[in-house]
Nanobody, 123 residues
Framework: QEDLVESGGGLVQVGGSLRLSCVDFGRSHSNYGMGWFRQAPEKERDFVAVISWNNITEYADSVKGRFTISRDKAKHTVYLQMDSLKPEDTAVYCC?????????????????WGPGTQVTVSS
């Protein structure tokens, strides 16, 4: 079983909301930054948001003001609240742990990827 497993995806209309969850079943990432990425069909995996071990957050410009990342260490879970969804937000969303000493947002600096959850925004 994967350490990180995402849930909460689904089909939503434009302007709607979803909350994604990423559960750390391995309980081994509490001291890591945790990121959300997304990948649309035939496109590269893109950074969405990251939260550091001490709750500092960073967002992609395309989701600023609409998405909120948070974490509950007691529940070993990272969340992504997505509001005002747009068709271009349609993608598979994955969470991953940021590698130690890495502070960037490129996918190559992350590990322990979950299998992902599909988000589809219909117009």
């Amino acid at each position: 079983q994967e350490d990180l497993v995402e849930s909460g995806g689904g089909l939503v209309q434009v302007g709607g909301s979803l909350r994604l969850s990423c559960v750390d079943f391995g309980r081994s990432h509490s001291n890591y930054g945790m990121g959300w990425f997304r990948q649309a069909p035939e496109k590269e995996r893109d950074f969405v948001a990251v939260i550091s071990w001490n709750n500092i957050t960073e967002y992609a410009d395309s989701v600023k003001g609409r998405f909120t990342i948070s974490r509950d260490k007691a529940k070993h879970t990272v969340y992504l609240q997505m509001d005002s969804l747009k068709p271009e937000d349609t993608a598979v969303y994955c969470c991953a742990a940021r590698s130690p000493y890495y502070t960037g947002v490129r996918p190559g600096g992350y590990r322990d990827w979950g299998p992902g959850t599909q988000v589809t925004v219909s117009s």
